[in-house]
């Protein structure tokens, strides 16, 4: 098959229900006014992730290649993501490691060195997750994004304010011209908060720039991305137990002496289901839950919110994770999307669990720089584990059969890692993977692996407090040092993902009409 098509049809297509016409009159005549202005937030993104990709990416859907067309809709870019973002056409160069948040011209040592050399303001703002850098008579100028995407932001303003006259539910209408009014002024934080207090509208939207994973010189702009989803109410009201237990949950995750825990503030959990997408979460792999926003302050002082995609979970239970069991263990047959979607649900708290301050009072993410992806990937991932082990039955969270649950554990961490082994999430899944192996809970079952219950606790635990202690720490050194020496897969795993080739890697989504 062309190597192209192999990679396309690694994604499936699946066509994503909701219940949309539950929805009231005024709020279904407003979502297509935000898809116009998700739209425009794609052509953003496209633009953050090379200056010439809009133009380019124009003419190649103009253009009669279907399958670079497919192709680009996919990735959205030339670039496949589940490679590190390498070109798959020999007339593009690779996906910049800096993307376009920095000059084109200067090369990424200079750009590290000369940001090193800064301090104060001037260094504040060439760090700030909202800012573009660009060469000004040899120096590096820091441009807010709100002033940089202008153009485009002022027609998502109009776009959002259209959207918001019609909506009659005063706390989504609200939202949503504060959203506008924070695009285009630069100043997130409130309407973040608000976003985050906004859980009894019957629509959900996430819309600006927010996760900083495309970064990969220094690990700090933010992509835009926007999600639309449908609020299932009563699947959301079934979690209430684990929301109001959040302090029990917190109590089980270290906090090194010195360090500080980031909670204080209110988490509540929605459940949805995804209507579209648009920029960084239109591209590639889906998000199967998420947890925002990542602002410090607004974590700190007000809370965040943890979202739960039910169709798009379901989804990729039903072609990937059942699928996958069954090649990688024995009895891999025996997996079941309760234990997976509690899983996600407490890789979702766990991001607002354990350590987010040095003793010294600064960010554990800003210190540790571009590997700590990885390492918070990592701490979800365990702190969820060792959660159910030892709390389930208890302040809502489900008890489940130890086999299943671990089975299910299991084949996860192999779906995982199939969106790229070097990638942060992947390579999360390749340090548990190789921590549970070494110490024997991981094992090969001839020609597969066998995952078995006895220690699985204590080996979790171990790994959640080495985690957690390198974040406490937040040394860059040290976090490198732990992803070398956890974070490369074995022959093993890299035969097994091998045997995973007929399988798809992902769905990609056949949004419903509206
Ligand atoms: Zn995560």
Redesign the pocket.
């Known amino acids: 098959m062309n190597p192209i098509e192999d990679i396309v049809n690694q994604f499936k297509e699946v066509r994503l229900e909701a219940d949309l016409k539950a929805l009231p009159e005024d709020i279904r005549g407003a979502l297509p006014y935000i898809r116009q202005a998700m739209d425009l937030v794609t052509r953003i993104f496209l633009k953050q992730q090379n200056e010439h990709l809009p133009e380019h990416y124009d003419a190649v859907m103009k253009g009669d290649d279907e399958l670079r067309k497919r192709f680009y809709d996919l990735f959205k870019g030339p670039w496949n993501q589940l490679t590190d973002f390498k070109s798959e056409y020999p007339d593009m160069n690779n996906r910049s490691a800096g993307c376009a948040f920095y000059p084109e011209s200067w090369a990424n040592a200079k750009i590290r060195k000369t940001v090193e050399n800064m301090s104060g303001p001037e260094k504040e703002a060439a760090m700030d997750n909202y800012t573009v850098l660009r060469d000004e008579d040899g120096a590096l100028e820091a441009i807010p994004y709100h002033v940089y995407y202008a153009e485009e932001l002022g027609e998502i303003f109009d776009l959002l304010e259209k959207a918001a006259d019609m909506v009659e539910h005063e706390g989504l209408s609200s939202y949503l011209i504060n959203k506008a009014e924070a695009l285009v002024s630069g100043t997130y934080r409130e309407s973040d908060a608000e976003w985050v207090r906004l859980t009894d509208s019957p629509i959900d939207l996430v819309i600006g720039p927010y996760e900083v994973y495309a970064d990969a010189l220094l690990g700090v702009k933010a992509t835009y991305e926007s999600m639309l989803m449908v609020v299932d109410r009563e699947k959301g009201d079934a979690l209430k137990e684990i929301e109001s237990n959040l302090d029990k949950l917190a109590a089980v995750f270290p906090v090194p002496a010195g360090s500080k825990a980031a909670v204080g503030g209110m988490a509540p959990i929605v459940v949805v289901d995804q209507i579209y997408s648009g920029g960084e979460a239109a591209q590639g792999v889906m998000a199967a839950a998420f ?1 925002l926003p990542n602002d410090a302050w607004v974590r700190g002082h007000v809370g965040w919110k943890q979202v739960m995609l039910h169709n798009v979970m379901k989804a990729k239970f039903t072609i990937g994770t059942k699928e996958i069991a069954k090649k990688v263990m024995h009895g891999g047959e025996h997996v079941d999307f309760g234990p997976m979607f509690t899983f996600v649900l407490l ?2 708290i766990s ?1 607002g669990l354990g350590p987010a301050y040095r003793a010294d009072g600064r960010e554990t993410a800003k210190c540790i720089g571009s590997s700590y992806v990885a390492i ?2 990592t701490k ?1 991932d365990t702190g969820a584990l060792y959660l159910i082990l030892k709390l389930g039955g208890q302040y809502g969270i489900g008890k489940y059969d130890s086999a299943v649950m671990l089975k299910t554990y299991l084949a996860g961490l192999f779906r995982s890692m199939r969106f790229g082994v070097h990638e942060a ?1 992947g390579k999360s899944n390749v340090i548990q993977f190789n921590w549970l192996k070494e110490h024997g809970v991981i094992s090969k079952d001839g020609d597969r692996f066998a995952i078995k219950a006895d220690d699985i606790e204590k080996v979790a635990e171990e790994l959640l407090v080495k985690v957690c202690t390198i974040e406490a720490a937040a040394s860059e050194e040290e976090a490198e040092e732990f992803l070398r020496e956890y974070g490369t897969p074995g022959e093993d795993i890299l035969l097994a993902l091998e045997g995973l080739r007929d399988i798809p890697t992902d769905i990609k989504p056949v949004f419903p009409e509206f």
């Open positions: 947890n890789h979702e991001h918070e990937e979800a999430h």
